[in-house]
């Protein structure tokens, strides 16, 4: 029998169904109390439940994070990204032949329209990577919109393809330009992370080029571990937006503009930016103890979402100790970093506020010691979250919703009588 909780306004009663869910937290239909004349308030959504969703399942408490039902972890060690880009869009993990054909179809697409190539000289070349791939993805609607009809299910799926294989193309091209150097074009014998990390530090006389291995598995680590992570700021953003019936490619555009933001996606950016002002490591412990006194601020460390340790952190750090041992770097920036993770993973203060280092804080080390700019990190996050993105985008389209529309507690002035200008003091 569903549970219910009454509400009682001026004398009459309203119910509301208290509403299963198949992990975490029951939810409470809230819908009557718009019957009793009431809006509810909750600043930054954080008991609000806008949709209901079989993609991604995140327990703060526990520190568990699944796709589908399946742990990141076990995705991370087990699978590869474009396999995890199947499950969150098809809901299950593909079979040999599935993935066959689903590796082909983004292979296929990984290349853009060469007229694209142009909007990329509209930019200035100190343009930010994360400007050019919001004004890119954008103008992909006006290159594959005359065969798009969102109602169809075919041609949404063809469009989750498209925009999975063309993120990594995009972001390249972003960097390119950015750099001065020729594009570099996807190549169709090599794998999805290879290509991204092809296309970025290839140049044409390289015609010998091929990625490390070791670095060829950590960028698709990255992707993986970024793939979605349920109703965030960007991933709301692409609903919202989508709810107007607007085409995938501004939804995905949206997205990326809500992941801009210092404290979304550009968090791990933020945290070379803290190594840089801390700038020695006899800085750190008395930056540490600024913390504690609340007069600095320690970027990639702790999470909103996570109230234990962040479930991807422990395969970030393997890959990130994986990386350096690989590459044998020497970076003043990484000594920092080992030395901020080492004090919060030994100090009572960080310990007693679960203040661990989060995926941001080894993705952006990781990054780094790869030669990926600082101004590239934000980019990756994009690329990464567009499967998690457009596959939210097309749940919603299968099925029956509303057009998003929050109100609000209004604080301002009532009714005031007009005054003309001469008159006014």
Not at 401 to 421: D, L, M, N, S, W
Request: glycine share 6%; net charge negative.
């Amino acid at each position: 029998m569903t549970q219910q909780v009454k509400l009682v306004v001026d004398g009459t009663e309203y119910e509301m169904p208290v509403l299963e869910s198949t992990l975490g937290r029951p939810v409470l239909d809230v819908s009557a109390v718009a019957k009793a004349g009431l809006w509810t308030y909750d600043p930054g959504f954080m008991a609000t439940a806008p949709v209901e969703s079989k993609i991604t399942y995140i327990d703060g408490d526990k520190g568990e994070l699944l796709h589908r039902g399946y742990a990141i972890d076990d995705l991370a060690d087990n699978a590869d990204y474009l396999e995890v880009c199947y499950a969150l869009l098809y809901g299950d993990l593909p079979n040999a032949e599935e993935k066959d054909k689903f590796y082909a179809r983004i292979t296929s697409h990984m290349a853009v329209h060469d007229q694209l190539r142009k909007f990329f000289e509209g930019f200035r070349r100190d343009a930010h990577p994360m400007a050019i791939m919001l004004g890119v993805v954008g103008a992909l609607s006006a290159f594959y919109h005359n065969h798009l009809d969102i109602s169809d299910p075919q041609h949404r799926d063809d469009t989750c393809v498209d925009l999975i294989a063309k993120a990594p193309t995009l972001a390249a091209m972003s960097y390119k330009y950015s750099i001065g150097e020729p594009f570099m074009y996807p190549r169709k014998d090599f794998s999805y992370a290879e290509n991204f990390l092809y296309m970025m530090f290839a140049t044409p006389g390289d015609k010998d080029y091929k990625p490390d291995p070791v670095l060829v598995k950590a960028m698709d680590k990255i992707f993986t571990l970024h793939a979605d992570h349920e109703q965030n700021a960007s991933t709301s953003s692409v609903r919202l937006v989508g709810s107007t019936g607007a085409n995938p490619y501004a939804c995905i555009a949206a997205g990326i503009a809500a992941l801009w933001g210092p404290s979304h996606g550009g968090a791990n950016e933020a945290v070379l930016t803290m190594l840089d002002e801390i700038g020695s490591i006899e800085n750190v412990a008395p930056f540490m103890e600024k913390v504690k006194t609340k007069e600095a601020k320690l970027m990639g460390f702790g999470h909103r979402v996570y109230k234990n340790f962040d479930p991807r952190v422990k395969v970030m750090k393997e890959t990130c100790d994986e990386v350096l041992g690989a590459l044998g770097v020497n970076d003043p920036k990484l000594a920092l970093a080992m030395e901020l993770e080492k004090i919060a993973l030994n100090d009572p203060y960080f310990i007693e506020r679960k203040l661990y280092p989060n995926v941001d804080f080894y993705s952006g080390i990781i990054l780094k010691a790869i030669g990926i700019p600082t101004s590239m990190f934000t980019v990756i996050f994009a690329l990464a979250r567009t499967a998690g993105w457009i596959a939210h985008w097309t749940e919603m389209h299968s099925e029956a919703f509303k057009i998003g529309r929050p109100r609000q507690r209004y604080t301002g002035e009532t009714h005031r009588a007009f005054v003309k200008v001469e008159d006014r003091k």
